[in-house]
């Protein structure tokens, strides 16, 4: 009988505490990818940003974005952080996900996507970034940022975009190859791959997209149930993830006066967190430090102008409505926000 | 004694007949498409994961309207016809020799075990890297992925020509190649044509996974951005069409049997 | 067409088969074989024709091939040896297509040879829509369009019924009366071999020795006439004598295990 009764309270006591514990920390999970620029992710997580707010956040890591708008589509994921993708519209303009946040951007003096030239096609005259019509450009995907900083391109130089020939060739790694057989004359790659292959004279700088084309290259988002549903646990999670870029912006976009870059405050002991999650060195990591806002601001106009292009592309469906897909009531004082 | 009741036997035949039933086939089909389209509009499932056949039959009819669909059909009827030809007539000059040589059996068939297995598109890096990223590396995977099976229904069906036919052969004093040609061929006709119901699946298979590099047109390179742009409704219209194409050859290869083993 | 077997041996790897045959098939008759099952009788006719090669001995035709011969040794199959995917008159022409010879001819032999097997109306149909008996006509019909100096039949009539098979021989001696081809024929039926040889070649069981080699002196004619059964019945009483003790011990040999396959 005593035993009994002790067993029962015993039970009662653990379910008390199960219930303080998940009180205190809602499980919350995260699809994204070993890049530098989910590094306020990072940070507000090892900091305890994400622990502060009462959130146990959990990641899940994937090598490519779509998965990452599929995962938070499909609910296994309740967070996403990467690249803005034609895909990635079409599955929000389905109110499956809404864009809460800011990621990295494209800016002026951070040397993050290459615009690379093979040797042959530099001798065969593809010297400058007016020089791309009548070429070929390797990209991952039709539908991919590397296919929109093209169009970009063609924007900003006044070029049809059909007069390059896109070639998909679906991964980095088999763009590089493409590049080094020749098969292809042109490519944008991100800087610590185009670094090295730059010193080795596999390929010739034509720019930078952040000189020539700034733009708003990845976000935070989560599904439109989750905003709905669960704001509050949203408004949470932007804050912590908010510090966290602060944090990051802080250590790593600083630049001295003559625009180079620089140590910024907490460098030395955020370096680590990044290098953990991102499983690469630091010295790899330094070279190519994408640009976050301190706020997880957005470039709101840019986005309006993502979506309109893809739409003139035909790539995403005309039905998509762009301030829709945005939620700006979690970060205070976005950018370029049209009236 | 009387005489015991006369019984009757009681029938235990029939059944495992095989006997055409195309309406069954028909409605089979209708019915799927049915429910699946009930299913949509009952709202059980989500047309962001699985649109609804009317918008898998809208999102058709716009391609056929705007002539994508014909563009990316050539493209990759192109593709499947070059790439099975080539595959073909290596496969057969290979299957026979294989089957008619024991030296050739010998080089050969190891392999052809050892190569059949490995999967085209894991190797069409390399086929980038020897043909190049146009046309050539997706014929040459098709042509690779047709040539396997190929070989072994080839070689299969010359085993499958009875000795005592060759033997027959040789006591009417025919020459080498007529034996060849007149006996072994048509004797392995069946089987190799058993082959072509294969790999004219596996070339419609292959065609899709060869465009995902490098081709801006085809069907695979099709329902590959469909995928990648999430236009769900778009890419089953790209299945339904490449279904229908792996279909039509398959109707040929019937025709063909049709036409050739008539002395069946 | 003369046909010599001088001292053939033969064994498939160490199974002896054949053992010192000689024998002189002499032109335009008719030489049975018969001896019991294993005892080498195909491999025999395979020897006589080209098909095989023996392990010792030899073959050798003397004299001239009839006119318009292309094929002097040729063969009746016992499994009749058509092409399925050949019409009756394909199969009959598969013998000639590689000659060279005009159309018209060509024609006219094809044409001759189904008719004298009663096969004129059925020279568009496929080999399975045919009877067993009317397979063995095209295979026989085959064999007479390249006009042969010998022929070589390995039991052409056992896959027939009796009935059958009676038709077929009578029919097959109609023709052979006119051309009086040299024939060798292998049976293992004693009354088929008694209605149509003229000497009956008796092998002993393996390794296969002629054992025996008995004239029938009886003329064809007469060998159905009832005032001839007696000699008939002799004859068949011999063969059977000489054969059922060899055939006694082949069959249980045949029972034992282990024996190379064909
Ligand atoms: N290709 C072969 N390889 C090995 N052994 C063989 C082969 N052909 C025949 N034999 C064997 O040789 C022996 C003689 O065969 P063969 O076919 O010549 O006999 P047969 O007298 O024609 O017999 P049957 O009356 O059954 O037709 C048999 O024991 C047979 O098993
Ligand atoms: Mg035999």
């Known amino acids: ?339 | 004694m009387s005489a015991p009741e006369a019984r009757p036997v009681p029938f235990r035949g029939g059944g495992f007949v095989r006997r055409p039933r195309r309406l069954v086939s028909l409605s089979a089909l209708f019915g799927l498409v049915l429910a699946w389209q009930a299913a949509s509009w009952s709202g059980l499932a989500n047309p962001l994961f699985l649109p609804a056949p009317a918008m898998v039959a809208a999102a058709l009819w716009e391609l056929a309207r705007s002539g994508a669909l014909a563009q990316h059909l050539l493209a990759s009827l192109g593709r499947v016809a070059g790439g099975w030809l080539i595959g073909t007539g290596l496969g057969l000059a290979a299957g026979l020799a294989v089957g008619i040589f024991a030296t050739a059996r010998a080089a050969g068939m190891p392999l052809v075990s050892a190569l059949f297995p490995i999967p085209k598109i894991a190797v069409l890096p390399l086929f980038i890297l020897w043909f190049g990223i146009g046309e050539p590396s997706k014929v040459a995977t098709i042509a690779a992925g047709v040539f396997f099976p190929t070989v072994i229904a080839a070689a299969g069906g010359v085993d499958a020509v009875p000795r005592s036919l060759v033997r027959m052969g040789q006591s009417f004093g025919l020459p080498a190649w007529a034996i060849v040609w007149r006996i072994v061929v048509p004797g392995a006709l069946p089987s190799v044509l058993a082959g072509f119901r294969i790999t004219v699946a596996i070339a419609v298979i292959l065609v899709v996974a060869a465009e995902m590099i490098g081709a801006d047109t085809g069907l695979g390179a099709f329902v590959l951005m469909a995928g990648n742009l999430m236009r769900t409704d778009q890419l089953l219209a790209g299945v339904v069409v490449l279904s229908l194409v792996g279909l039509s050859a398959a109707g040929l290869v019937s025709l063909a049997e049709r036409l050739l083993l008539r002395w069946r | 067409m003369e046909l010599l077997v001088e001292g053939v041996s033969h064994a498939y790897g160490a199974l002896p088969v054949l053992e010192g045959i000689d024998l002189a098939v002499r032109p335009g008759e008719i030489l049975s074989l018969i001896g019991p099952s294993g005892s080498g009788k195909s491999t025999l006719l395979g020897i006589m024709g080209g098909l095989l090669r023996p392990y010792a001995g030899r073959v050798s035709t003397r004299g001239r091939p009839p006119a318009g011969c292309l094929n002097p040794l040729t063969y009746v199959f016992q499994d009749f040896a058509l092409l399925p995917w050949r019409s009756v008159a394909g199969n009959v022409s598969l013998a000639l297509d590689h000659h060279r010879l005009p159309a018209g001819e060509r024609r006219e032999r094809v044409a001759d040879a189904l008719a004298r097997m009663g096969l004129a109306d059925f020279a568009a149909a496929f080999p399975r829509q045919l009877s067993g008996g009317m397979r063995q006509r095209v295979g026989i019909a085959r064999a007479l369009v390249v006009r042969p100096a010998v022929l070589l039949l390995d039991e052409p009539l056992s896959a027939l019924d009796a009935q059958t098979r009676d038709l077929l021989t009578e029919e097959f001696l109609a023709i052979w009366q006119r051309e009086r081809t040299t024939a060798v024929h292998v049976t293992h039926n004693l009354g088929e071999a008694l209605r149509l040889a003229d000497r009956i070649a008796v092998l002993s069981r393996r390794p296969g020795r002629v054992r025996e080699i008995l004239p029938v002196d009886v003329p064809r004619e007469e060998r159905s006439a009832a005032a001839r059964a007696g000699r008939i019945a002799e004859l068949h009483a011999h063969l059977w004598a000489l054969l059922r003790d060899e055939a006694r011990a082949a069959d249980l040999e045949l029972a034992e295990p282990a024996r190379g396959g064909r």
């Open chain 1, 1 to 339: 009988m005593a035993r009994r009764h002790a067993f029962s309270v015993f039970l009662a006591s653990l379910g008390v505490l199960l219930a303080a514990a998940s009180a205190c920390a809602e499980a919350v999970s995260v699809a994204a990818l070993r890049l530098s620029s989910s590094g306020p992710l990072f940070i507000a997580q090892d900091r305890g940003h994400f622990a502060a707010e009462g959130l146990e956040v959990t990641f899940r890591f994937f090598t490519a974005a779509q998965p990452v708008a599929v995962a938070v589509t499909t609910g296994d994921a309740d967070f996403g952080v990467t690249g803005l993708t034609a895909g990635f519209y079409n599955l929000a303009g389905k109110g499956a996900l809404r864009i809460v946040a800011a990621q990295s951007a494209d800016v002026p003096g951070f040397h993050l996507s290459a615009y690379l030239a093979t040797p042959r096609a530099w001798d065969a005259g593809l010297r400058s970034l007016a020089d791309f019509p009548g070429r070929s450009v390797g990209i991952t995907q039709t539908g991919s940022t590397f296919h929109y900083m093209i169009g970009l391109l063609a924007r900003k130089e006044g070029f049809a975009l059909a007069r390059v020939r896109l070639v998909p060739l679906q991964s980095i790694p088999n763009m590089v190859s493409a590049f080094k057989g020749g098969q292809v004359d042109g490519l944008i790659l991100p800087s610590s791959v185009a670094l090295p292959m730059i010193e080795a004279g596999e390929g010739r700088l034509l720019g930078w997209v952040g000189d020539a084309t700034p733009w708003q290259l990845g976000a935070l988002f989560t599904s439109g149930r989750t905003v709905a549903d669960r704001r509050p646990l949203v408004a949470r999670f932007v804050r912590a993830y908010a510090r966290g870029a602060a944090e990051y912006h802080a250590a790593f976009n600083q630049r001295d006066a003559a625009g180079r870059p620089v140590a910024g405050e907490g460098y030395a002991a955020l370096m680590p967190i990044l290098e953990k999650y991102t499983q690469q060195p630091a010295a790899r990591l330094a070279t190519g430090l994408p640009w976050v806002d301190p706020a997880g601001r957005l470039d709101v106009g840019d986005i309006r102008d993502q979506v309109a292009w893809w739409q003139a592309q035909k790539m995403v469906d005309p039905a998509v409505d762009a301030a829709a897909i945005l939620d700006l009531g979690f970060v205070e004082g976005h950018r370029n926000v049209p009236r």
